[in-house]
């Protein structure tokens, strides 16, 4: 037997439960999915942000270089949108 993930519709459960009872496919429980539906599209998010910053395309601020930043960012706000 292969093991595979795959995704369905839910208009086809009803195909994927009839392949399971005749036992031509058995589904795997992954606890990943069941605490988090989400789980792998973060983790794909998350593993293109770290090859990005590993490979240079994508720059990494320290926190004092971030708080620097957002410290002219909401200056830069405050002087185009701030009550004068």
């Known amino acids: 037997m292969t093991a595979r993930m795959i995704r ?6 009803h195909l994927i439960d009839e392949l399971e009872k005749c036992g031509c496919i058995e589904i795997a429980k992954d606890e990943k999915l069941e605490l988090d539906p989400y789980f792998y599209e973060r983790k794909a998010s998350l593993d293109k942000t770290l090859k990005a910053v590993e490979d240079g395309t994508m720059k990494l601020y320290s926190e004092e270089e971030w708080d620097e930043h957002m410290d002219e960012l909401f200056l830069e706000l405050e002087r185009k949108y701030g009550n004068s």
């Not at 369905?8 to 459960?13: G, L």
Request: charged share 50%; net charge negative; aromatic share 34%.
């Open 8 to 13: 369905f519709d839910e208009k086809y459960a």
